[in-house]
């Protein structure tokens, strides 16, 4: 043995003794040193010789991972998403005012995946309180059906006011309650007032008519569109469809033309062709959603359908497409393509002439993107359209940041605001050219 290594032996017996000393009680004997010595020498012998490359490859391991996650995240992940529309002096004017579309989205980091996505959604749906409208009122139709609106941000507002209103569209099996965060980045952040339109048969409304319709009815939307106008005059009226609510609001457009009682909308995760679209939904989602529905309109008013034309055949349905397919009796319509003629927006879409901003994502596993794809032709040709396009998002998700905020609320913040600007500066040039 060498010189060095008995001098690190006498340092590592010295350190034992110390270590023993400062354990040891204030009169120790003999045979209790001794045995405190050992075992101190002893745990020091055997942090020593502890596999220390062990401890060395997992840091290294994690700051590998945690570089490989991060470079996948900024380089994959995180995109500026892409703009289809007519090169224009409007809708130039428009996104230049909307900063959120013009910098990188960041998905949040921790549920950038479309399915985590839909997971993270649902679950805070599920977990957060109802949420509080100021009133909701029920409207009745001519044929004896019920509708109704549901208000937020009009405790202080009065007839007369111009505070701008929000019409939201809601999901397909959903009412005002699945819409709330959106209602209230409305009233909160942008201090508008918001209204869902709510449709028969959803939330709390009684079945008054056996009829039920999952798109909505336009001429039911005309009616209390009127009644909103009717009661607040002055105030402009934006459009925000969700998911199922946006083809709602797409067909009222195209019927509308420039009778439109929107000043501008929004359509987030919109399916275009429903006909064709409700088949390409993924799989395991489309047997959700079709189960979902029978719980959800079917079962809950059956008593008002069970009597129906059609209502075995709709409650045997196995999947999202075969329920719509089915569905025309309990809607009012003799046939299927009859129903899909009056109620799929394809159709009069190309005759929309508000200015419109869509959102669509290249993950999303209910409107997929080959929607979107075959409808680009007409979609590029709307003078006044701005298609937004993301890879990531999901479902109407749209999560950014580490706190999973709504980037689609943002974006139709700052459109419906630019919409505002830009009509308050043509009525300024109005005046001054008279």
């Known amino acids: 043995m060498s010189d060095r290594d008995n001098d690190y032996g006498t340092r590592l017996l010295r350190g034992g003794r110390r270590i023993a000393t400062a354990l040891r009680p204030s009169h120790p004997s003999r045979g209790e040193n001794l045995t405190l010595e ?103 139709m001519k044929d004896g059906g019920i509708t109704g609106l549901a208000w937020s941000g009009i405790t202080n507002i009065k007839p007369k006011d111009k505070t701008p209103i929000v019409v939201i569209f809601h999901t397909i099996a959903g009412d005002e309650q699945d819409v709330k965060n959106t209602v209230g980045y409305i009233t909160n952040i942008l201090k508008w007032t918001a209204v869902v339109c709510i449709r028969r048969g959803h939330g709390s409304l009684p079945l008054a008519k056996p009829q039920i319709n999952t798109m909505g009815s336009t001429s039911d939307l005309k009616k209390q569109l009127d009644y909103i106008h009717k009661k607040f005059p002055n105030a402009p009226l934006f459009g925000v469809g969700i998911s199922a609510g946006s083809g709602l609001l797409a067909r009222y457009l195209g019927e509308a033309g420039l009778k439109s009682k929107f000043a501008a909308a929004v359509a987030i995760s919109p399916a275009y062709d429903i006909e064709k679209a409700f088949h390409r939904i993924h799989p395991m989602y489309s047997k959700i959603m079709g189960q979902r529905l029978i719980d959800y309109f079917l079962k809950r008013h059956y008593d008002s359908l069970s009597q129906l034309k059609g209502f075995s055949e709709v409650m045997n349905t196995k999947t999202m497409g075969e329920f719509q397919d089915r569905l025309h009796h309990i809607s009012g319509y003799k046939s299927k393509e009859e129903y899909y003629q009056n109620s799929n927006p394809i159709h009069v879409a190309a005759n929309i002439k508000t200015p419109l901003l869509i959102l669509n994502s290249e993950d999303d596993p209910i409107c997929v993107y080959m929607n979107v794809m075959e409808n680009l032709h007409w979609l590029t040709n709307l003078q006044h359209s701005i298609l937004v396009k993301t890879k990531r998002g999901s479902h109407v998700a749209y999560f950014e940041g580490a706190s999973a905020r709504s980037w689609s609320d943002l974006v139709l913040g700052e459109y419906f605001q630019a919409i505002l600007k830009q009509k308050g500066m043509m009525k300024a040039k109005k005046k001054i050219s008279k």
Not at 118 to 131: A, G, Q, T
């Open 38 to 140: 050992k075992n101190a020498l002893s745990s020091i012998f055997r942090f020593l010789e502890q596999p220390l490359d062990l401890y060395f490859l997992i840091i290294i391991s994690f700051i590998l991972s945690s570089a490989a996650f991060g470079g996948y995240y900024l380089l994959v992940v995180v995109h500026t998403p892409e703009l289809f529309f007519v090169p224009n002096s409007f809708n130039k004017d428009l996104i230049s005012e909307c900063k959120t579309l013009l910098r990188p989205y960041h998905p949040t980091f921790w549920c950038f995946n479309r399915h985590l996505m839909l997971v993270v959604m649902l679950f805070r749906e599920f977990r957060s309180k109802e949420y509080k409208y100021d009133s909701i009122e029920q409207i009745r």
